[in-house]
């Protein structure tokens, strides 16, 4: 290796790419053959957003009738993702498949395949070159292929077609029995179809796929309970999950529910004891509200006036954030608008 590349990498190590560029540039033109130097300098365009450079640079590359194949299919998948970065999806897609057809370089092929059919939302397409993947032992496939599940059985709900959806979720499951996206939406079809019961066992899955998404069933598990008449029961659950698993949203949930069947003090003596334990501002929000409906006069004026101030700064605080790129915002999303990783934008409130 000559000690011009060496030094071009040390660039890159150092994230000088201009440098980099600079070095390579010079070695192009003085040695033209050096296959490893076109490579180099068209990922390093590529990356600095000089797409149409890099794709003349991949190109020449595959007009020589001297490489071997190994090299013929690298300078195949780099001129795809030139093409990708470049919007031109259908002119990648091409590239790659013979890139897999070549049988060398598959697994980096299929990744970019797989990008672009989340790209195009052709969840299909997507979970067949994922199980390819998982044919190959790429790990986290199974985890994806259920998200991808998911995405086809809303099309089928909003479609209005419940059949295709129930059997699209239970694939989802079985591909990924964490898969709480497919629970949650289990339980709306159930809910939709006047099911109660099955929709209730639905939620209650949540609790041992991901118990940080217990905030978002309770209501509705909460709604499934009072139509099937099991409130005692669901009084029992929200009391276990305060004392097993503890959080604001559980909480508020229980608060909620001893209002209704044991009166407001009951639910502010909660809160109270909660408060004590574990101050919090979403929790100190609702245990203002609580005393304010049974107060009268200034001092209702004045508890209203810090229940609202609280209920702004519980308003201010972003609902989901992303624990892989830090991403937060009001909305549940489960592909990261950011990082474009599944499943790790998850509820903030503790």
């Known amino acids: 290796m000559s000690s011009g590349y060496l030094k071009g990498l040390n660039y890159l190590l150092n994230e000088q790419q201009d440098k980099a560029i600079e070095v ?119 985890q994806l292929i259920a998200q991808f599940q998911c995405e086809l059985a809303e099309q089928a709900l909003q479609a209005g077609d419940q059949r295709r959806a129930a059997q699209l979720l239970k694939r989802a499951l079985a591909d990924d029995p964490n898969c709480v996206r497919a629970s949650i939406l289990q339980g709306q079809l159930e809910q ?35 139509r099937l008449r099991r409130t005692d029961a669901l009084l029992d659950y929200l009391e276990r999950l305060a004392r097993d698993r503890p959080s604001d949203a559980v909480s508020l949930a229980l608060a909620d529910i001893l209002s209704e069947q044991r009166g407001a003090q009951a639910a502010a003596d909660y809160l109270a004891g909660v408060l004590r334990r574990a101050p919090s501002v979403p929790v100190l929000a609702r245990a203002a509200r609580l005393m304010s409906e049974r107060l009268a006069g200034a001092a209702k004026a004045d508890v209203e006036l ?45």
Request: proline share 3%.
């Open 24 to 142: 390579f540039t010079r070695m192009v033109e003085v040695d033209g053959d050096t296959a490893e130097l076109h490579f180099a300098l068209g990922s390093l365009f590529r990356r600095r957003g000089e797409v149409d450079r890099a794709i003349r640079i991949h190109q020449n590359l595959l007009a020589r009738p001297a490489m071997d194949r190994s090299q013929r299919a690298q300078a195949l998948l780099e001129l795809g993702q030139d093409y990708m970065k470049a919007g031109l999806l259908d002119r990648a897609e091409a590239l790659f498949e013979q890139v897999i057809e070549a049988n060398t370089h598959v697994v980096p092929a299929l990744r970019q395949l797989l990008s672009i059919h989340q790209q195009e939302k052709d969840w299909d397409s997507a979970i067949a070159v994922a199980r390819r993947l998982e044919s190959r032992q790429v790990g986290g496939m199974r």
């Open 306 to 350: 810090l229940q609202s101030a609280l209920a702004e700064l519980v308003s201010q605080h972003s609902s989901y954030a992303c624990r892989q790129c830090g991403f937060s915002g009001r909305t549940l999303y489960w592909q990261c608008p950011s990082c474009r990783h599944w499943g790790t934008v998850k509820p903030t409130l503790s």
């Open 192 to 226: 939709a179809r006047g099911n109660d019961r099955a929709a209730l066992k639905a939620y209650m899955r949540v609790e041992e796929q991901d118990p940080e998404f217990l905030q978002e069933v309770l209501e509705p598990l909460r709604s499934c309970c009072i």
